[in-house]
Each structure stands twice: as structure tokens, then as C-alpha cells.
């Protein structure tokens, strides 16, 4: 018999990048009574997403209001950390769409609600910053209206509850201007009495999914997911299917729930509820764990294929194990073999010749997991992000498509409209705003967007928002040139040298400064033409006894820019590699010997590993 758990509720908040998700949260839990926080973005636990001021992973908490518990999911915003979401996904009954109410439903906006749609969750839509200055919160209502009559035929979305929030102040009602109110009590009411509780079938015995994994140094691996049937107890007896269908035995050690951010220990778990099991350490995502009684698999969560991969390495350098602690190739594959554990999205391979392919959903996304291991104290080297092509049944070479938004003051709109048309864009809508900018929509090939966002910053001089979402494959649009520029090489090693370098400030920009350790073939400078070069940054003076007056030229360098990790992916070329260590990002070719390299490329070898 079918029955609902109305003690419980489980809400995700799904939205685009900056929307507001973890700061309501932030509000939630103090509307809750949970005024204990240690900081704000609470959600954000990871120092890079306080860094960069984005969620990466979904993270799991829960409120109580009026004897209900209600289980909140923070999902990410961005489209590379699409697989957070639909995992996700998996645990809820409703999600909470937030929306800015100046910006409007943006590419990442229709992702994660494309997704929630395909799962007929029940929707609550939250109109969200309406105290900027820019807001215009009914306009953008009916933007998302008509993105739900887009992405889905259901009409009964359009009736979904509509709610106007300032999150930063706690503050959301039912109606635009209602100055009466001051705190979440319309939206939490909304979310107990509109949404829905979970279902469980009262015939069935124990089966939860696993949604997520998490590890403690002292239980193990944890399963995290939704107990979909039955109840289960500390030190019960249990099966785990895994993928191949095999049955796994297990015994529960430690069974544990949500409250607020943290976790509680409790003795049983019911229906509905989300939870974190101990007990099993051959679990994977999407495994179904089940009473011996009766083993039934739950359907695995289906999450989409990688887009884009990259090549992982030990650290070829010759400065290999001056700054890093970590640095075999075992060491590489064992963290890349656990990421992959922990996150459905990405696909991991062993190449032939010590090196690894990573497969994921964009460059951002493999950006975040190399940044993540120079933390951790690796050395590795990187490669140029490619995009995964794939075959029709007639043969036909197909390629991923994104759907991109421009927004940029009209001045600088020509530019960035000729340098996509160059990558293959194909302009699909131009809109001209009252404030000056243009809204420009693009349908470009993926491998079009690698190396273009920090140029597209440079075009509109700062003053440009680019985001973009996946379409689908679509026919191979054929070649471009993806960069016009070469590179300067070292051709030895040693330190750069401050007249060296300024000797040759006019072949191109440097990404080195005096001091700086050097080597051959390390990728020194961005050449101002086509074709490598290759020059010494260690040249010193030659002294003379000379002294007249004009003869000693001052050394005044420019000042570089310091390369970024994301900068340095978005700039190598296929031959070239990143070499990442904890405190260093620098950029080398991927045969260092000059000479050897100048062979191969004479024959027309392109490595693609090392």
C-alpha cells in the first residue's frame, strides 16, 4: 500500500551560478532557529567554493518548522557540475527554483530545471534580490513562465507557488510589495502544506539508493541517499546490488541523519528520510541496498555523458619534486580512481604510457579537480581540454554544441559577434537593452569556448558576462584557427635573468620574472606572431670596461601577469602541457628537447601522449 511520511519533506534549491542558493539556506537555518552558525555560506565548506563564490558539490542539511523535518539539498549551479545535480535530484520530491530578479533565467537557470522537470518534481519559484536596483521581478516571472512552457508541456507548472525574496535579509512573501513581512514563514508554510511527502510502499521491506559517498578515517566509506522502502536499524544484516547486479553483504555499523549542517546518530531510519549509512565498503553511486529477504534493485541514477577530456600526468619537469610531495603516477591514479567514486560525471582511463584521460563535462569542471590536487600536495601535468566527438549510423563525425548568452555593453558586441563567428558561432538572437548592453544568444561548437571566456573578458574589457549551457551533438562545423599566436621556449635551464628578458620584451608577452627557475622547453612567453620561438631569459651582460655617459641602457621591465591555472588550460596547444605544482603553474611542451621536438615537427608528429 501506498503511504506518505508527512514528518518529512525533501527540497532541493536549484538555480544559476550567483543566484542567491547557499545564502538562503543561510536564512533557512536561522529562520529554524539554528543561530549557531560559525560563518556565513555555511553550505560552501570547501575553501575553493568560498574562493570562487560558487557551490562545486551538493551538499545535504535539514530544518525543523512545526514538527516537520525538512531534508535541503544545495545543488551547484554550473553546468560542468551537472552530475552533483542529478544525483541530487535523485533524493528530492520538489525543488525550489531561485531566480534573480534583475538577471533573469540564464543558461544554468534552464539546466537544472530542465532536469528537475524530466523527474516531474513539484516546483516552488522564488523571485530572489528584489532589492536591487536593477530588479524587475515580473518581467522576469514571465520569463521563467515561458520557460516552463519550453521545457516542458505540463501546464500545471504555471501554477506553482510564486515567491518575491531578499535571501541576504531573510525576508520572502507571496506578494512583490509587502513591507509587513520579515522573515521565511510564507515560504517554509509553502513548502510543508503545497509540497509534496515522500511515498513509500508499506508491503515492501528496506531498500534505500545511494545518492553519494562520503569517508571517515574511522567507519569507512558512507553511503549517503533516500531510504525509498521500510525502516532499517543499527547492526541489521543487508545487501548491496551493485552495478553488475552482484549482492554484496553488509552489516550496519552506524546509522546517521541530518540536522542542521551536521549529522545526528540515530538507532533506526524510516521511510523518506535521507541518511548516511556505514557498513559497506564496496558501495558505488547508484547502488541499491536492500534486506537479504527480498533483494530488488532500485533503477541507477542516469546522469549525461562526458563532453570534454584531458590528459593527466606525473610532472615531467626537471624542477619535478622541488615543491610538491606527491608525485608517482600511482599516487595520481589512486586520487583519480576515488574522484571518480564520489562524482558520476566524470570517466577516468589508463593510457599506455603512464598517463591518464580524464572525461567530464567541461573544462571548469576538470579545472576545479586539478586545483584540488595541487592543495593536496601533487605535481602533474595537464593538457589542452578536447572535446569528444562521436559517430552517426551514416558515419558523420558529430561534436558537442553549447547554447551561450553574451551580455555586453553594444560597443564591444562587434567584437565578440566576429571573434565566435571565427570559432563557428552562429548568432541566434540580438536584443538591445534601454541600459546600454546587448544580449547576444550563440549556438558554438564546445571546442569553440576552450580559451575563449578569458579573451571574451579581454574584448569587453571586464565589463562582459558569458555563460553557457549543452545542447547536444550536432555535425562537425568544420576547422578554425584556435590560436594565432606562438610561443617563446626556453632552450636552457637555469634563472631568468632580468636583461635577458628585457632584451626581449619585443617578440611577445613573458609569463616569467627575474629569478624565476627556467628549462628547456618551457614555455616562457606568448609570442606576438605565429610559430614557436625559441630563446634564452638567462643572457646576462656582457662586461666591459666601457664607461660613457648613454652607453648603460636601464632595465625596466613590463609588468606580467602571473598565470592562472584556468588561464594557463584556456592557452596551451595540443603539443603543450600545464605543469602544476602546490605553489607554481607553468607551461612546458610535451617533448622538452628542442632539438628532438624540432625533428617531430618536421615529420608532422603532433604527441598526443608523452
Known sequence: MIKKNEKIRNVAIIAHVDHGKTTLVDALFKQSGLNNLSQERVMDSMALERERGITISAKNCAIHYKGVKINIIDTPGHSDFGGEVERALSMVDSVILLCDSAEGPLPQTRFVLQKALNKKLKLIIVINKIDRQDARPKEVLNEVYDLLLELSDDESYLDSPVFYANGRDGICSSKLENESVKDLHELLDAIIGKMPAPEFDSDEPFQMLVSDLSYSEYLGRLAIGKVINGKASVNDSLICINEKNNNISLRVTRLQIYDGPSLKEVSEVESGDIIVLSG???????????????????????????????????????????????????????????????????????????????????????????????????????????????????????????????????????????????????????????????????????????????????????????????????????????????????????????????????????????????????????????????????????????????????????????????????????????????????????????????????????????
Request: contains cysteine; proline residues 4%; glycine residues 8%.
Open 280 to 610: 559497506v565498503n564496496d558501495v558505488f553511486i547508484g547502488d541499491t541496498i536492500c534486506t537479504s529477504k527480498q533483494i530488488k534493485a532500485l533503477p541507477r541514477i542516469n546522469v549525461d555523458e562526458p563532453t570534454v577530456s584531458m590528459l593527466f600526468s606525473k610532472n615531467i619537469s626537471p624542477l619535478s619534486g622541488t615543491e610538491g610531495k606527491i608525485l608517482t603516477s600511482n599516487r595520481i591514479w589512486e586520487y583519480l580512481k576515488k574522484e571518480a567514486l564520489k562524482n558520476v560525471s566524470i570517466q577516468i582511463e589508463k593510457n599506455t604510457d603512464d598517463t591518464f584521460t580524464v572525461k567530464g563535462r567541461g573544462e571548469f569542471q576538470m579545472a576545479i579537480i586539478v586545483e584540488q590536487m595541487r592543495r593536496e600536495g601533487f605535481e602533474l601535468c595537464i593538457g589542452r581540454p578536447k572535446v569528444i566527438f562521436k559517430k552517426d549510423n551514416e558515419g558523420h563525425v558529430l561534436e558537442p554544441v553549447e547554447n551561450v548568452y553574451a551580455d555586453c555593453p553594444q560597443e564591444y558586441s562587434g567584437t565578440v559577434m566576429e571573434t565566435l563567428s571565427n570559432r563557428k558561432a552562429i548568432l541566434i538572437n540580438l536584443v538591445y537593452n534601454d541600459n546600454g548592453r546587448v544580449k547576444l544568444q550563440f549556438h558554438v561548437p564546445s571546442r569553440g569556448l576552450i580559451g575563449y571566456r578569458d579573451l571574451f573578458l579581454t574584448e569587453t574589457h571586464g565589463y562582459g558576462i558569458l555563460n553557457s549551457s549543452l545542447i547536444g551533438y550536432e555535425e562537425y562545423k568544420g576547422d578554425f584557427l584556435e590560436r594565432n599566436t606562438g610561443s617563446l621556449i626556453c632552450d636552457r635551464s637555469g634563472e631568468a635573468v632580468a636583461y635577458g628578458i628585457w632584451e626581449l620584451e619585443d617578440r611577445g608577452k613573458f609569463f616569467i620574472e627575474p629569478g624565476d627557475p627556467v628549462y628547456e622547453g618551457q614555455i616562457v612567453g606568448e609570442r606576438n606572431k605565429e610559430g614557436d620561438l625559441i630563446l634564452n631569459p638567462t643572457r646576462t651582460k656582457k662586461l666591459t670596461n666601457l664607461r660613457a655617459s648613454g652607453h648603460d641602457e636601464a632595465v625596466t621591465l613590463t609588468p606580467i601577469k602571473k598565470m592562472t591555472l584556468d588561464r594557463a588550460i584556456s592557452f596551451i596547444k595540443d603539443d603543450e602541457l600545464v605543469e602544476v605544482t602546490p605553489t607554481s603553474i607553468r607551461l612546458c611542451k610535451k617533448i622538452l628537447n628542442n632539438q628532438k621536438r624540432h625533428i617531430l615537427e618536421n615529420r608532422g608528429y603532433i604527441p598526443e601522449f608523452l
